[in-house]
């Protein structure tokens, strides 16, 4: 039986992966953060089985993630943990740069006091984050990286010693360049849940206007079930290498809204631009969406579209679920979601 430790194992992607990796039989420790309220809703049900067991911890904290990792001794490290927000990252920059820059290092530093480096191999979840300023597209392994947030700075240190841990000790230790991927999972205050939430709410008559900030950003959305097979697979092959994980198309932030709205049968026209944008839900003559500059970003990415050849060549990887079918499925899990919620 193989072991794994998932470092964010509560967040959207832990979730997935533990799901995933329980089904591949893997024996699974996740390491969690110490909150005042239980924040493990997202793996309930995955906590009923004996093979995975929850370790308290903290990408700040060197001595507990060396104690772990010497008691686990995984054959896997999947390095999920982060402070993932982008806008939230101009706020706490200081505290990103701990937890996603050197939290990568005190991983791969744990590996190395404690010789593990034949053994443990480790995923690091970069992100298209890293191309920020648009350089060339789409965006390949060989494209270079421009950050344009706190988050991405953090995840550009991360990525690159995760390479030089790789070249300098031989460690078997791979960079995904993840793409935004979602589902009924994600955080709610990232866009498509946040979305999609607001779609639910005001179909059922509980909020009247959904607040965002730029509507034009385009993103390349894959379904968040999907790419955790990827992450797995760069831990399969001979030789560790660093991947491109996306879907290979991109939308804008109004294209989503306009797609989730209409699984509601909401059909919307858009009125004004810039901070006077409106969207309109055409039936009724209601304001359902509007522009609040605060959601906007000192920098912004304006666009991302990934080239997931590498992947689909080398890893025999490739995304089973499309932009339309994302939609669909975050709006009916809201639509069920809000409904139960008035119900309780
Ligand atoms: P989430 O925000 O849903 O989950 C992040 C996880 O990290 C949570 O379990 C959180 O725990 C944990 N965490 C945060 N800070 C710490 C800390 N200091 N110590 C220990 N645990 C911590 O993110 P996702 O699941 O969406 O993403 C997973 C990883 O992939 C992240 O590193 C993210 O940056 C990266 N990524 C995500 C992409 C996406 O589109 N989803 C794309 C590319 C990369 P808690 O619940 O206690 O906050
Ligand atoms: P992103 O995701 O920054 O790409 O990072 P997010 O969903 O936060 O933003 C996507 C785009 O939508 C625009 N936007 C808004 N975003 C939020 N959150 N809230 C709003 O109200 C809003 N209005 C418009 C943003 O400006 C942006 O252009 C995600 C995270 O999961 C990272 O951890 C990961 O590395 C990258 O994806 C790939």
Redesign the pocket.
């Given at each position: 039986m193989k072991i794994a430790l998932i470092?964010?194992?509560?967040?959207?992607?832990?979730a997935y992966l533990a799901k995933f990796l329980l089904e591949k039989d893997y024996e699974i420790h996740g390491?969690?953060?110490r909150?005042s309220i239980e924040?493990n809703d997202r793996i309930e049900e995955l906590l009923k089985d004996a093979r995975l067991q929850l370790h308290y911890?903290?990408?700040?904290d060197s001595s507990n993630l060396i104690r772990l990792i010497s008691e686990i001794k995984p054959d896997e490290i999947y390095?999920?943990?982060?402070?993932?927000?982008v806008q939230v990252s101009f706020e706490t920059p200081e505290y990103t740069a701990?937890?996603?820059a050197i939290?990568t290092l005190r991983i791969l530093e744990a590996i190395r006091i404690l010789a593990l480096e034949r053994k443990t191999k480790v995923y690091q979840?970069?992100?298209?984050?890293l191309y920020g300023k648009v350089q060339e597209t789409p965006q390949s392994e060989t494209t270079p990286f421009y950050p344009r947030s706190p988050?991405a700075a953090a995840?550009l240190y991360a990525y690159w010693i995760t390479v030089n841990y790789r070249e300098a000790y031989n460690m078997y230790a791979c960079n995904g360049?993840?793409?935004?991927?979602?589902s009924p999972l994600?955080?709610e205050t990232?866009v498509t849940r946040k979305i999609t939430l607001a779609v639910a709410r005001i179909k059922q008559g509980m909020q009247d206007v959904l607040y965002l900030g730029n509507l034009d950003a385009k993103r390349d959305w894959g379904y968040?079930g999907d790419y955790v097979e990827a992450m797995w697979l760069m831990l399969q092959q001979d030789t560790p290498e660093d991947y491109v994980i996306a879907t290979g198309k991109t939308q804008t932030v109004r294209e989503f809204i306009q797609l989730a709205f209409l699984e509601v049968d909401i059909l919307i026209k858009w009125e004004g631009s810039g901070l006077d944008e409106k969207g309109i839900d055409s039936r009724t003559g209601k304001v359902v969406v509007s522009i609040d500059p605060k959601y906007f970003r000192p920098t912004e990415v304006e666009l991302l579209l990934g080239d997931p050849s590498k992947a689909k060549k080398q890893l025999d990887w490739q995304p089973r679920v499309n932009f339309e079918s994302l939609v669909k499925m975050m709006v009916q899990a809201d639509v069920e979601f809000v409904k139960k919620q008035n119900r309780s």
């Open positions: 470092t964010g194992i509560n967040g959207q992607d832990g390491l969690i953060r909150s924040k911890g903290d990408m700040t390095n999920l943990a982060a402070q993932s927000h701990n937890a996603d939290g979840a970069s992100t298209s984050e988050y995840k360049i993840l793409f935004n991927h979602e994600r955080g990232f968040a």
